[in-house]
């Protein structure tokens, strides 16, 4: 995925190659090996087996090949969506990366690791009346028993299960009422969050609503795509201390070159991905706070 942002940044030839060298030893080997066999009927009997991993990646493989990538995922997103902030959002933006960059092989991986690290929140209720995410959120914030929690649970993934886990949180979720304009509700939130805080999980919120936009196509119904990833930013936004939400100035601030360059210079695979991200999401929405992320990211402005 670095490579990937690194291309897209612009990125030369000498600066791909030291990414590329300096990760290189960080890699973990697959699984010698094939783990359990797992069949087009009865795939699901397998998810959150991490021992899988070489059996779904030829699953998936095979699939695509079989199927094509499109049809690949319209017929299997909809049962992954339960999981959808498996592995901290980094399933779904990989998944969204291979989309994005056309390559069917990282599209397999991506929904491979989804399957293995498979963690559900919790069903979904009936919906709500509401339909402003923020709204939601500033509520949760009022929330006693929601804010502020020091929760526990290993990683990311980890204590946005704790955060889902809450009694109070689940009719935080079924209040929200999806619409059309409920995508870019939640982008304007979760870069509003982390252009304030510098936060590692807000920055996963913030790839992680690029990733399911590139997504989105192939989801059906798609209010069952958004229900499903309004529950997961949520969780992550209740997993640390539910913050303030507000509009911090997008004056002041470094030009794209900036960012850009340092993050072409850069080592830091999540520095690179989240100005390629901040770059490809201001574009699309027009949204100056973009641009803010990225420079803060890069370190040319300080969080606060």
Known sequence: MGLYSLSALGADAAQLERFADSHWARLELLPAEPGPTIGAHAWKTRLGQRDAINAYRAFFTQAIARHGRNATLRKDLPDLLPGIGSGGFHALIRTGYGVRFGDDREVADGLAYWATAFVPLGPLGSIGAERDPRALLESVRATPALAGRDLPGHLITGKMKAAAELPEFQAKIDALAPDDNTLAALAATTVRIYADSDDFTALHAVTGTHAFRLLQPFI???????????????????????????????????????SLGRARASLDEHKIKLVDVAHEQGAFYADPLYRRAAALRVKLIQSG
Request: charged share 20%.
């Open 220 to 258: 059906a119904p798609p209010e069952l795509g958004l229900r499903y990833f309004w529950q997961a930013v949520l969780a992550a936004y209740v997993s640390v201390g539910a913050p303030r939400v507000v509009d911090p100035p997008a004056s002041d601030v470094p030009d794209w070159n900036e």
